[in-house]
T-cell receptor, first 109, second 112 residues
Framework: GEDVEQSLFLSVREGDSSVINCTYTDSSSTYLYWYKQEPGAGLQLLTYIFSNMDMKQDQRLTVLLNKKDKHLSLRIADTQTGDSAIYFC?????????FGRGTSLIVHP | DSGVTQTPKHLITATGQRVTLRCSPR?????VYWYQQSLDQGLQFLIQYYNGEERAKGNILERFSAQQFPDLHSELNLSSLELGDSALYFC???????????FGPGTRLTVT
């Protein structure tokens, strides 16, 4: 099945940029999603990129896709303390939805 | 608010018992997904229903079962509960079979 790898933790200072990386194995992934989970809450769809795109920008969020290397990244510009959460990468290709283990983003004031 | 509702919010029960978790999808969504989230296993996909039919099956134990009713709400039944079943159980819904998913707030199950 699909394997999705993410680093478990990322620590940044407020105002800096955060880059969360994800690698996956399923080359048939058509949509690649990023979800955010705040403490005690469900996952919230943050953004996504279609597989024929290299980049998508949405306000402070930039998604980069390297399809050849099966590498996806999420950049958050001007990171705020409210961005502290767990971020999940979720490429979707096959029937089985697969999520990475999530990257805990810790933002220091 | 995603529009997906789950009940109950918290559930505490004893080993060997059976519980039912309920999910109502967003209006217009035909797919319902169930996930288990625990610290050691991360987010595990259990099962997906689309318009009343089972669509995809993940790491769902035989002690667990689910169904989607004609009004599209879904129930996840967990039986012969073990301590290791303690986790957060999320329901998500989507319009079709592989679109973006909208997650409910989850049910926290504690098995004592």
């Amino acid at each position: 099945g699909e394997d999705v790898e993410q680093s478990l933790f990322l620590s940044v200072r407020e105002g800096d940029s955060s880059v969360i990386n994800c690698t996956y194995t399923d080359s048939s992934s058509t949509y690649l999603y990023w979800y955010k989970q705040e403490p005690g809450a469900g996952l919230q769809l943050l953004t996504y990129i279609f597989s024929n795109m290299d980049m998508k920008q949405d306000q402070r969020l930039t998604v980069l896709l390297n399809k050849k290397d099966k590498h996806l990244s999420l950049r958050i510009a001007d990171t705020q303390t409210g961005d502290s959460a767990i971020y999940f990468c979720a490429p979707r290709g096959s029937y089985i939805p697969t999520f990475g283990r999530g990257t805990s983003l810790i933002v220091h004031p | 608010d995603s529009g997906v509702t789950q009940t109950p919010k918290h559930l505490i029960t004893a080993t060997g018992q059976r519980v039912t978790l309920r999910c109502s999808p967003r209006s217009g969504d035909l797919s319902v997904y169930w996930y288990q989230q625990s610290l050691d296993q991360g987010l595990q996909f259990l099962i997906q229903y689309y318009n009343g039919e089972e669509r995809a099956k993940g790491n769902i134990l035989e002690r667990f079962s689910a169904q989607q009713f004609p009004d599209l709400h879904s129930e996840l039944n967990l039986s012969s509960l073990e301590l290791g079943d303690s986790a957060l159980y999320f329901c998500a819904s989507s319009v079709g079979t592989s679109d973006e998913q909208y997650f409910g707030p989850g049910t926290r199950l504690t098995v004592t």
